[in-house]
């Protein structure tokens, strides 16, 4: 059974950093797209970055020299380090990971980006 738990989201104010985490049991993401999604209030859920099949990495326009993927493989773990917050980052972030065409998403952890 494939679960996901994500960690690390919080209220920080605008310019400051959070790192998030997620943690992937039963499979091993390497070999699938792994990453992370948010979504807000009446909002369809929205990429903001991930690991393709091949390893590769993709960001949403609005996070691109902010946020970073990253994963240690050995800990079956990805994560999300996310610098200069806005307060329009607020959302709740999920991990996904795609396994032959089947969506696995973890709870989603909020963060909140406010003075």
């Known amino acids: 059974q494939v679960q996901l738990v994500e960690s690390g989201g919080g209220l920080v104010q605008p310019g400051g950093s959070l790192r998030l985490s997620c943690t992937a049991s039963g499979i091993d993401f390497r070999f699938y797209p792994m990453g992370w999604y948010r979504q807000t209030p009446g909002k369809q859920r929205e990429l903001v970055a991930v690991?393709?099949?091949?390893?590769?990495?993709n960001y949403a326009d609005s996070v691109k020299g902010r946020f970073t993927i990253s994963r240690d493989n050995a800990k079956n773990t990805v994560y999300l380090q996310m610098n200069s917050l806005k307060p329009e980052d607020t959302a709740v972030y999920y991990c996904?990971?795609?396994?032959?065409?089947?969506?696995?998403w973890g709870q989603g952890t909020q963060v909140t980006v406010s003075s």
């Open positions: 996904k990971v795609t396994r032959v065409g089947i969506n696995y």
């Open positions: 690991f393709t099949a091949a390893g590769n990495e």
